[in-house]
């Protein structure tokens, strides 16, 4: 089974508008940490915001923010008033400690944004 | 400045020739990793180093190989490449766990490189 879900391979956004990328997640960890990547066509991937499991308060970085729903096991990436440069790749992760210490950060399949001007 | 350097970035080659990938970073962080990214596929962890002289396998550990000599370096090794190695790599690195000092908080976020993009013929 997938550890990180992302439901949505394209999404369209009209340009200036608001739009909300899907990550659901799946752990047993008490303790894990939430991202989301960036990658536009020029390849490199470029960290956006960061939920911790014990943040009680949804993070927000400039227009992105993280709807961090823990009862649901959902971490949806929020982008108000889209521009164009926010066409890209956006990727959803979770990092796990496991037993034993080993440290996973897992990665979703990703979900391809184009925003129209 | 704080960096994860791949080398090389762009590869062809030719199946069973052997090859490395570079991996350097100057942050001195602990973790290190491979992923290997496919259309459709998202990030496949290849493998990882939690510290020098410790390294696991990921998720698609098959047909290559890794080395942590020295906590800054983890290069990626591929033995005898095949065509379904055809692939972007990325290296990346980062502390362990969030934890606040000073007033900043370390998130435990992923530094990658900028990519390698191999071609097996």
């Known amino acids: 089974a997938q550890k990180i879900t992302q439901t949505q391979p394209g999404m369209f956004v009209q340009e200036k508008e608001a739009v909300t990328l899907d990550c659901t997640y799946d752990?047993?960890?008490?303790?894990?940490?939430l991202f989301w990547y960036k990658q536009p066509s020029s390849g490199e991937m470029i960290f956006l915001i960061y939920?911790?499991?014990?943040?009680?308060q949804n993070a927000t970085e400039g227009r992105y923010s993280l709807n961090f729903q823990k009862a649901r096991k959902s971490a949806n990436l929020v982008i108000s008033a889209s521009q164009l440069g926010d066409s890209a790749m956006y990727f959803c992760?979770?990092?796990?400690?496991?037993?034993?210490?080993?440290?996973?950060?897992?990665f979703g399949r990703g979900t391809s944004l184009i925003v129209h001007p | 400045e704080a960096q994860v350097t791949q080398n090389p970035r762009y590869l062809i080659t030719v199946t069973g020739k052997k090859l490395t990938v570079t991996c350097s970073q100057n942050?001195?962080?602990?973790?290190m990793s491979w992923y290997r990214q496919d259309p459709g596929l998202g990030l496949r962890q290849i493998y990882y180093?939690?510290?020098?002289?410790?390294?696991d396998k990921g998720d698609v550990p098959e047909g290559y190989k890794v080395s942590r000599k020295e906590k800054r370096n983890f290069p990626l090794i591929l033995e005898s490449p095949s065509p379904n190695q055809t692939s972007l790599y990325f290296c990346?690195?980062?502390?362990?766990?969030?934890?606040?000092?000073?007033?900043?908080?370390?998130?435990?976020?992923?530094?990658f490189g900028e990519g390698s993009r191999l071609t097996v013929l």
């Open positions: 939920q911790g499991s014990y943040d009680e």
């Open positions: 992760a979770m990092r796990e400690t496991l037993s034993g210490g080993s440290y996973i950060p897992t």
């Open positions: 180093s939690m510290n020098v002289e410790v390294t």
């Open positions: 990346a690195s980062s502390l362990f766990s969030d934890f606040i000092q000073g007033g900043t908080r370390n998130t435990g976020e992923l530094f």
């Open positions: 942050m001195n962080h602990e973790y």
């Open positions: 752990t047993s960890d008490q303790s894990y940490g």
